[in-house]
T-cell receptor
Framework: GESVGLHLPTLSVQEGDNSIINCAYS??????FIWYKQESGKGPQFIID?????DKRQGQRVTVLLNKTVKHLSLQIAATQPGDSAVYFC???????????FGTGTSLTVIP | DSGVTQTPKHLITATGQRVTLRCSPR?????VYWYQQSLDQGLQFLIQ???????AKGNILERFSAQQFPDLHSELNLSSLELGDSALYFC?????????????FGPGTRLTVL
């Protein structure tokens, strides 16, 4: 499941620190925005989603913020752990058509 | 383990050939999605089936086709293969709604076209 070959933005954080991963989207018509995590050699794993009429949603150790004014989405991970090391993708879900569009991903490395 | 299975895990074939990738969704899931993850284009949505019927179509080439069978497993058929079709192909499934953002991905099939 690696995305090697793409020029991925990278982020390195110290274990225990908070991480912020950013994503810019292009289409204001998207209904949902979604974050997925992909560990090396595995398929993507759903983390959290947010409906387009919301600004913030919290999950377990994660928070997603949506700024529709500047078309910006962010994922905040609290108290980052080594197991959080992965590539993180933002995705848009649009109707009609139920289309899914994924960003190129950000590679997060957690330093023990 | 997501509960989604894909076979085969690896596939090596030649240009011009045809292959079939298979996916079994999580027990009870009615929707199956297919994605292609390549080195130059990232993760691309190909097609979705819901309870046997095509529900959504993404960037799927005409050389590619898919179907979902009555037992809900799905197959992705790739024909007239080109070098550029080399990629990871993921299947994902989701629950009883025809539209879901929480999808469960399988481990993928790595296709290499020589």
């Amino acid at each position: 499941g690696e995305s090697v070959g793409l020029h991925l933005p990278t982020l390195s954080v110290q274990e225990g620190d908070n991480s912020i991963i950013n994503c810019a989207y292009s289409n204001s018509a998207s209904d949902y925005f979604i974050w997925y995590k992909q560990e090396s050699g595995k398929g993507p794993q759903f983390i959290i989603d947010i409906r387009s009429n919301m600004d913030k949603r919290q999950g377990q150790r994660v928070t997603v913020l949506l700024n529709k004014t500047v078309k910006h989405l962010s994922l905040q991970i609290a108290a980052t752990q080594p197991g959080d090391s992965a590539v993180y993708f933002c995705a848009e879900n649009k109707t009609p058509g139920n289309q899914f569009y994924f960003g190129t991903g950000t590679s997060l490395t957690v330093i023990p | 383990d997501s509960g989604v299975t894909q076979t085969p895990k690896h596939l090596i074939t030649a240009t011009g050939q045809r292959v079939t990738l298979r996916c079994s969704p999580r027990s009870g899931d009615l929707s199956v999605y297919w994605y292609q993850q390549s080195l130059d284009q990232g993760l691309q949505f190909l097609i979705q089936y819901y309870n046997g019927e095509e529900r959504a179509k993404g960037n799927i080439l005409e050389r590619f086709s898919a179907q979902q069978f009555p037992d809900l497993h799905s197959e992705l058929n790739l024909s007239s293969l080109e070098l550029g079709d080399s990629a990871l192909y993921f299947c994902a499934s989701s629950g009883t709604s025809g539209r879901a953002t929480e999808q469960f991905f399988g481990p993928g099939t790595r296709l290499t076209v020589l």
